[in-house]
């Protein structure tokens, strides 16, 4: 019998069949395949990913290795997992800053856990592999950096500000320059040249993701932000009772006039989970999932109330780090992939382009 030669043509055909579960198209096609190697019947290959935090890593891998595998001719199989983060393709242009996408966490009422959510997806992304700033917008009360753990920035160079380094995220924040306690009262104008002076001013470094933590309420911060920074979508953290669903619309509708596209609602503090296992409904159920059913956007998660998301705020050690098994560890680190999907999916469609180069 005639032994079977496996060709690179014949690798491709398989790879063509295997999709992107959420790009839904194949991997060749979004050209996603690099280094591809084939000696005798050992092939081997990358699959670059849309994202390092790709929820779906494990099934992509395990769907590519699947079918080259079963060409006849094919002994054994390596697939190799890298990323690169496509651009949202939205002009940056006035201020020029190399970040290829801006998150923007935001929610109508103060104190629901915005700060606490865009830290410890931040930090997520970051542990992922990727490359990830936090922008503490809240420049009314700025708590970045005692959630970060970080009280001071590096020396400036040249005329550049350099943020603050923790957990693998680069961290600026208004906390930095004041001192603590300071009232921190901004007239329209300064406010608008201070968001922009974050941004200019910073030497930021090349970026895959921003995340960008917005004050209370649907003021002045994100307009000068959405101005000053195209972002690739904002994220809505709610409570699940009515009243914080009520401001929750706001913040919504916030985006909706800005031209922000919205990638979802989180419910955080959605409930405790008692010692026997039982959940306590502290602020009633499934008013996030309600609200984004209503609102024609994605539900992203749910957060439960864990004393220790308290203590990793005040202590500077973010719940992700210190609890990545606990419940509400779990619950952020999967927000943070999903958000990081759905900024794949946005960047891709809004580029039109395919995100890297074809077969090295
Ligand atoms: N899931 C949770 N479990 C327990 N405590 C939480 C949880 N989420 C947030 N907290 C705590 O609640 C408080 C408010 O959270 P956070 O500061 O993140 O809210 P915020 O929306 O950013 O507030 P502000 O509007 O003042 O900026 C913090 O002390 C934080 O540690
Ligand atoms: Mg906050």
């Given at each position: 019998m005639v032994k079977q030669v496996v060709t690179e043509q014949d690798v491709l055909v398989a790879l063509g069949r295997v999709q992107e579960p959420e790009l839904h198209k194949d991997l060749v096609t979004l050209h996603m395949i690099r280094d591809l190697k084939i000696e005798g019947p050992q092939v081997s290959f990358t699959v670059v990913l849309?994202?390092?935090?790709?929820?779906?890593k494990s099934q992509i891998e395990r769907e590519a290795r699947q079918a080259v595998a079963a060409?006849?001719?094919?002994?054994a199989v390596e697939v190799k997992l890298d990323a690169n983060v496509p651009n949202?393709?939205?002009?940056?242009?006035?201020?020029?800053?190399?970040?290829?996408n801006a998150i923007a966490v935001a929610s109508g009422?103060?104190?629901?856990g915005k700060s606490t959510v865009a830290v410890n997806i931040a930090v997520v992304l970051a542990q992922s592999g990727a490359r990830v700033g936090l922008l503490?917008?809240?420049?009314?009360?700025?708590?970045v950096p005692t959630m970060m753990g970080v009280l001071k920035l590096p020396a400036p160079v040249g005329n550049k500000l350099v943020p603050a380094m923790a957990y693998g995220v680069k961290v600026m924040s208004i906390g930095f320059l004041v001192k603590p306690g300071q009232p921190l009262i901004w007239r329209g104008p300064m406010l608008h040249s201070a968001i922009r002076q974050f941004l200019s001013d910073v030497d930021w470094g090349e970026l895959d993701y921003l995340v960008v933590d917005l004050p209370p309420g649907t003021g002045d911060a994100a307009l000068s932000l959405a101005q000053s920074l195209p972002l690739s979508g904002g994220v809505i953290v709610t409570m699940p009772q009515q009243v914080s669903l009520d401001d929750a619309i706001r913040g919504l509708e916030m985006f909706r006039q800005l031209d922000v596209p919205i990638f979802g609602v989180v419910e955080n503090m959605s409930y405790l989970e008692l010692p026997d296992g039982a959940r306590m409904d502290i602020f009633g159920s499934g008013g996030g999932e309600r609200l984004a059913a209503q609102a024609g956007v994605p539900f992203i998660g749910a957060i439960p109330i864990d004393p220790a998301v308290r203590t990793g705020g005040d202590s500077g050690e973010p719940v992700v780090v210190t609890?990545?098994?606990?419940a509400a560890g779990r619950a952020l680190a999967h927000i943070a992939r999903d958000i990081a999907a759905k900024v794949s999916v946005a960047a891709v469609q809004q580029s039109n382009i395919i995100p890297i180069n074809m077969i090295g």
């Amino acid at each position: 019998m005639v032994k079977q030669v496996v060709t690179e043509q014949d690798v491709l055909v398989a790879l063509g069949r295997v999709q992107e579960p959420e790009l839904h198209k194949d991997l060749v096609t979004l050209h996603m395949i690099r280094d591809l190697k084939i000696e005798g019947p050992q092939v081997s290959f990358t699959v670059v990913l849309t994202t390092p935090a790709c929820p779906l890593k494990s099934q992509i891998e395990r769907e590519a290795r699947q079918a080259v595998a079963a060409l006849p001719g094919v002994e054994a199989v390596e697939v190799k997992l890298d990323a690169n983060v496509p651009n949202d393709g939205r002009p940056r242009g006035l201020i020029d800053l190399p970040i290829r996408n801006a998150i923007a966490v935001a929610s109508g009422k103060g104190g629901v856990g915005k700060s606490t959510v865009a830290v410890n997806i931040a930090v997520v992304l970051a542990q992922s592999g990727a490359r990830v700033g936090l922008l503490d917008a809240d420049i009314y009360g700025p708590n970045v950096p005692t959630m970060m753990g970080v009280l001071k920035l590096p020396a400036p160079v040249g005329n550049k500000l350099v943020p603050a380094m923790a957990y693998g995220v680069k961290v600026m924040s208004i906390g930095f320059l004041v001192k603590p306690g300071q009232p921190l009262i901004w007239r329209g104008p300064m406010l608008h040249s201070a968001i922009r002076q974050f941004l200019s001013d910073v030497d930021w470094g090349e970026l895959d993701y921003l995340v960008v933590d917005l004050p209370p309420g649907t003021g002045d911060a994100a307009l000068s932000l959405a101005q000053s920074l195209p972002l690739s979508g904002g994220v809505i953290v709610t409570m699940p009772q009515q009243v914080s669903l009520d401001d929750a619309i706001r913040g919504l509708e916030m985006f909706r006039q800005l031209d922000v596209p919205i990638f979802g609602v989180v419910e955080n503090m959605s409930y405790l989970e008692l010692p026997d296992g039982a959940r306590m409904d502290i602020f009633g159920s499934g008013g996030g999932e309600r609200l984004a059913a209503q609102a024609g956007v994605p539900f992203i998660g749910a957060i439960p109330i864990d004393p220790a998301v308290r203590t990793g705020g005040d202590s500077g050690e973010p719940v992700v780090v210190t609890q990545p098994e606990s419940a509400a560890g779990r619950a952020l680190a999967h927000i943070a992939r999903d958000i990081a999907a759905k900024v794949s999916v946005a960047a891709v469609q809004q580029s039109n382009i395919i995100p890297i180069n074809m077969i090295g």
